[in-house]
């Protein structure tokens, strides 16, 4: 546009020149003579006006380049700081589940330890239940028996006792 612009001045400058400058050996003609039109300085204008707006165009489409970008490196940035953040977290939860990994394994081993020991207890359980079981079965007849243990204990002792007096 600025070429143009440049263009025309110079034609229309060159037109205007060359009209006043210069002098004819012929008579002139009686038809109109070619000048520059008056409406070229609305045209010129007009080219100046879109220069001038081309321009305040462009510092626009800078201003808003350089603030899409500053926008651009801060979002960058964010990300990164983001992914860095959550590639922490990653590390601490695989850390974490690793430890839970380790807890679970020991907690099964323990569970199977107990289950077991509950087993053997449970067993033993049984076989003093059957033990006691044949303690009250038998305590009648055990009880008896000692009764009358004693009872003979006593007579054999009445009877030795009874010969030392006879004796």
Same mark, same amino acid.
């Given at each position: 546009?600025?070429?143009?612009?440049?263009?025309?001045?110079?034609?229309?400058?060159?037109?205007?020149?060359?009209?006043?400058?210069?002098?004819?050996?012929?008579?002139?003609?009686?038809?109109?003579?070619?000048?520059?039109?008056?409406?070229?300085?609305?045209?010129?204008?007009?080219?100046?006006?879109?220069?001038?707006?081309?321009?305040?165009?462009?510092?626009?489409?800078?201003?808003?380049?350089?603030?899409? #970008? +500053? =926008?651009?490196? &801060?979002? *960058?940035?964010?990300?990164?700081?983001?992914?860095?953040? /959550? @590639?922490?977290?990653? !590390?601490?939860?695989?850390?974490?589940?690793?430890?839970?990994?380790?807890?679970?394994?020991?907690?099964?081993?323990?569970?199977?330890?107990?289950?077991?020991?509950?087993?053997?207890?449970?067993?033993?359980?049984?076989?003093?239940?059957?033990?006691?079981?044949?303690?009250?079965?038998?305590?009648?007849?055990? #009880? +008896? =028996?000692?009764? &009358?243990? *004693?009872?003979?204990?006593?007579?054999?002792?009445?009877? /030795? @006792?009874?010969?030392? !007096?006879?004796?």
């Amino acid at each position: 546009l600025k070429k143009a612009l440049d263009r025309l001045a110079k034609y229309y400058d060159f037109a205007q020149t060359k009209s006043a400058g210069s002098q004819r050996q012929t008579p002139p003609v009686p038809q109109m003579e070619y000048r520059p039109s008056k409406g070229a300085s609305g045209v010129m204008e007009l080219l100046e006006k879109l220069i001038t707006d081309a321009r305040i165009l462009m510092n626009d489409a800078k201003t808003s380049e350089n603030n899409a #970008q +500053t =926008a651009y490196e &801060q979002m *960058i940035a964010n990300t990164n700081d983001s992914v860095n953040a /959550l @590639s922490q977290e990653i !590390l601490a939860k695989r850390k974490a589940h690793g430890k839970a990994h380790k807890d679970l394994s020991q907690a099964q081993s323990d569970h199977a330890d107990t289950e077991a020991e509950l087993e053997g207890l449970a067993k033993y359980d049984g076989d003093l239940h059957q033990d006691c079981d044949y303690l009250l079965k038998n305590f009648d007849v055990r #009880q +008896t =028996a000692r009764s &009358q243990e *004693i009872e003979a204990l006593q007579q054999a002792k009445q009877i /030795l @006792s009874g010969a030392a !007096l006879s004796g």
